[in-house]
């Protein structure tokens, strides 16, 4: 039966966050059993822990934000995907500021931060939401689901009409489990359209974006000199992101996630429309 993990050791690093610019310090130690993951503001006085739960998401443009009392915390999506890739349940995650750094825009770093500080078995069973009927919501052409099955699957299709994401490279099916993750995802960066970058940064975003940390698009091809890291790089991010999304259940999902043209606030809604009909799923060891 798998165990519950947590950190062997504690681990630090600093980076820039991706939205506020600001410079910020990244803790990560280890939490008993049941814990799940925590974010901590240790900037605050007194400290704020916001729990890593899908009911706490305020804010999903172009990041997944969670807020509680007047503390929140940004862009924690591809640090929880990193904590499923590499099998961890229970962590604290101290912060001394609003944002969790961007690093390369992949979750990649944050695996290798989990690597150094290595994952330790714990005394509790992990649980697993197991989906037991279809869960489906829809925005618009968008649409996001979770099918029952006996592991997690994904099958996401992402549409952008740009010559540089050509139709066949646009669409990501695979089984994931935790080696498939850190083979095949975590190192697929986030990405973003120079056209736009004078309209986020006007309203507060993006302001700590580069091309050393996101893969920066024009009309027709990709900026960044190295290019892609897979021809189907930009697909695999959102699958990153809806990895780290669905972990605010707080438990990894058995299902088949499919989705189109998903993103994080579709994923949010999947996410407390499960929560909303506990007759779809159970918890299984």
Same mark, same amino acid.
């Given at each position: 039966?798998?165990?519950?993990?947590?950190?062997?050791?504690e681990?630090?690093?600093?980076?820039v966050?991706?939205?506020?610019?600001?410079?910020v310090q990244?803790?990560?130690?280890?939490?008993?059993?049941?814990?799940?993951?925590?974010?901590?503001?240790?900037d605050?006085?007194?400290?704020?822990?916001?729990?890593a739960?899908?009911?706490?998401?305020?804010e999903?443009?172009?990041?997944t934000?969670?807020v509680?009392?007047?503390?929140?915390?940004?862009?924690?999506?591809?640090?929880?995907?990193?904590?499923?890739?590499? =099998?961890i349940?229970? /962590?604290i995650v101290?912060?001394?500021n +609003?944002?969790?750094?961007?690093?390369? =825009?992949?979750? /990649?770093?944050?695996?290798f931060?989990?690597e150094?500080?290595?994952?330790v078995?714990?005394?509790?069973? &992990?649980?697993?939401?197991?989906?037991l009927?279809?869960?489906?919501?829809?925005m618009?052409?968008?649409?996001?689901?979770l +099918?029952?099955?006996?592991?997690?699957e994904?099958?996401f299709t992402? !549409?952008?009409?740009?010559?540089?994401?050509?139709?066949d490279?646009c669409h990501v099916?695979?089984?994931?489990?935790?080696?498939d993750f850190? *083979?095949?995802i975590? &190192?697929?960066?986030?990405?973003?359209?120079?056209y736009?970058v004078?309209?986020? &940064?006007s309203?507060?975003?993006a302001?700590g974006g *580069?091309?050393e940390n996101?893969?920066?698009?024009?009309?027709y091809?990709v +900026? %960044?000199?190295?290019?892609l890291?897979?021809?189907?790089?930009?697909?695999?991010h959102?699958?990153l !992101?809806?990895?780290g999304?669905?972990?605010?259940l707080g438990?990894r999902?058995?299902?088949?996630?499919?989705?189109?043209k998903?993103g994080?606030?579709?994923n %949010? &809604?999947?996410?407390?429309?499960?929560? /909303?009909q506990?007759?779809a799923?159970?918890?299984?060891t």
């Amino acid at each position: 039966m798998p165990q519950q993990h947590t950190l062997a050791s504690e681990v630090s690093a600093t980076g820039v966050a991706l939205h506020s610019g600001v410079r910020v310090q990244i803790t990560l130690k280890s939490a008993p059993p049941g814990t799940g993951i925590i974010f901590r503001r240790v900037d605050l006085n007194p400290p704020q822990d916001i729990p890593a739960k899908a009911e706490l998401v305020k804010e999903t443009r172009l990041a997944t934000t969670l807020v509680l009392g007047g503390a929140k915390v940004a862009t924690v999506e591809h640090l929880l995907a990193a904590c499923v890739g590499c =099998g961890i349940d229970n /962590a604290i995650v101290e912060l001394d500021n +609003l944002e969790v750094p961007i690093m390369d =825009g992949s979750s /990649a770093p944050f695996v290798f931060l989990i690597e150094q500080a290595g994952a330790v078995a714990q005394d509790a069973p &992990r649980r697993y939401i197991e989906v037991l009927t279809p869960v489906r919501v829809e925005m618009g052409d968008k649409f996001a689901e979770l +099918l029952p099955n006996p592991h997690f699957e994904v099958d996401f299709t992402i !549409d952008f009409s740009h010559p540089a994401i050509p139709d066949d490279q646009c669409h990501v099916k695979m089984k994931l489990d935790d080696a498939d993750f850190l *083979s095949h995802i975590s &190192r697929a960066r986030t990405f973003g359209f120079a056209y736009e970058v004078e309209t986020l &940064r006007s309203i507060g975003l993006a302001q700590g974006g *580069s091309m050393e940390n996101a893969i920066v698009l024009d009309e027709y091809k990709v +900026l %960044n000199r190295e290019g892609l890291r897979f021809a189907d790089e930009l697909a695999r991010h959102k699958v990153l !992101d809806a990895v780290g999304d669905l972990f605010l259940l707080g438990h990894r999902v058995r299902a088949k996630y499919h989705a189109f043209k998903s993103g994080h606030e579709l994923n %949010n &809604r999947l996410c407390l429309a499960l929560q /909303a009909q506990p007759e779809a799923w159970r918890f299984t060891t």
